[in-house]
């Protein structure tokens, strides 16, 4: 069974970083296209970033130059790195791997 966890949300200031985890357990992260999602009360919800197989990454607009998706193949664990954190930036943070989701972890700034 594929199960993801995430961590590392929490309360920022506007102008701080945090770092998510997205732990894989189950299949090997590196085999799957990885997305972290968010959403925000009363919004859609909005892919954020992706890393594949090969280890390519995609930004959304909102926060590219800002954030970072990084994957460790050792730990089966993707992250993503926020930095310049704004208001806009809260939100529900989830990640999806091979058609499965993690419960989400919570970013207010």
């Known amino acids: 069974e594929v199960q993801l966890v995430e961590s590392g949300g929490g309360l920022v200031q506007p102008g701080g970083s945090l770092r998510l985890s997205c732990a894989v357990s189950?299949?090997?992260?590196?085999?799957?296209?990885v997305d972290w999602h968010r959403q925000a009360p009363g919004k859609k919800r909005e892919l954020v970033s992706s890393?594949?197989?090969?280890?390519?990454?995609r930004y959304a607009e909102s926060v590219k130059d800002r954030f970072a998706i990084s994957r460790d193949d050792n730990d089966n664990t993707v992250y993503l790195r926020m930095n310049s954190l704004i208001t806009d930036d809260t939100a529900k943070y989830s990640c999806?791997?091979?058609?499965?989701w993690g419960q989400g972890t919570q970013v207010t700034v």
């Open positions: 999806q791997a091979c058609g499965y």
């Open positions: 189950g299949y090997p992260a590196k085999s799957c296209v």
């Open positions: 890393i594949n197989k090969s280890g390519s990454t």
